[in-house]
């Protein structure tokens, strides 16, 4: 039935995405980001270089690209409408990010998380390669954006609309910090309870409990 989730073609595309990427941060991390073509990616995948095109239009979006902005945007929506603004995002970005990478794993045996190591691969990337960090910032408006309408609709108040993008960004600024901060301490640090330290950090320390 239509609306009960994807189809097979989507979750087969989905599918081939994951496997592309997999592969390419496999080679970056091996071999380097500026010496990898996107025809080795290809070749490593069993692809052709144009279905690597069809699924990331351009390199950086080998490392960048993500499933995330459709999931916080829902749950962005699902929290009650009375709550605070910066509560209503800030929560739901400590919540979205313990589904995507678990528990912390420090000592306690718990097993990898494949998306948590993508996303832990894909920041050290990030870090170490200029033309990623430049393009971050697409990304990151991309994702502002995706809260924003999820918010406010298609015809938003301009004074509701400039709160809500001051608080979309501020919350992300402070996600940003925490992200980097658990790349650099090789994913060990509780990556949840970082951005909610971040977020109470940005918002006042009595801010930090809202969002843990």
């Not at 039935?1 to 979750?11: F, V």
């Amino acid at each position: 039935m239509s609306g009960e989730g994807p189809s097979l073609r989507e979750r087969r595309r989905a599918e081939t995405q994951r496997m592309i990427q997999a592969r390419a941060m496999r080679l970056f991390a091996e071999d380097g980001y500026d010496a990898t073509t996107v025809n080795d990616v290809a070749r490593a995948s069993g692809v052709s270089t144009m279905t690597v095109y069809r699924h990331f239009p351009t390199k950086e979006d080998l490392v960048l690209h993500d499933r995330y902005d459709p999931l916080i945007a829902a749950r962005v929506a699902a929290r009650p409408a009375d709550e605070p603004l910066v509560r209503r995002i800030g929560r739901t970005l400590v919540e979205t990010t313990r589904v995507v990478v678990g528990p912390a794993d420090e000592g306690t045996g718990t097993p990898p998380v494949p998306e948590r190591d993508l996303l832990l691969a894909r920041l050290r990337l990030m870090i170490d390669t200029p033309a990623l960090r430049a393009r971050h910032l697409d990304s990151q408006y991309a994702t502002q954006k995706a809260i924003v309408d999820a918010l406010l609709g298609d015809a938003p108040d301009p004074d509701a609309e400039f709160r809500t993008w001051v608080a979309a960004s501020t919350c992300l600024a402070a996600m940003h910090v925490a992200l980097m901060r658990w790349a650099q301490e090789d994913g060990r640090p509780d990556l949840p309870g970082l951005i909610a330290a971040a977020l109470g950090a940005a918002f006042g320390d009595d801010f930090g409990d809202d969002f843990g």
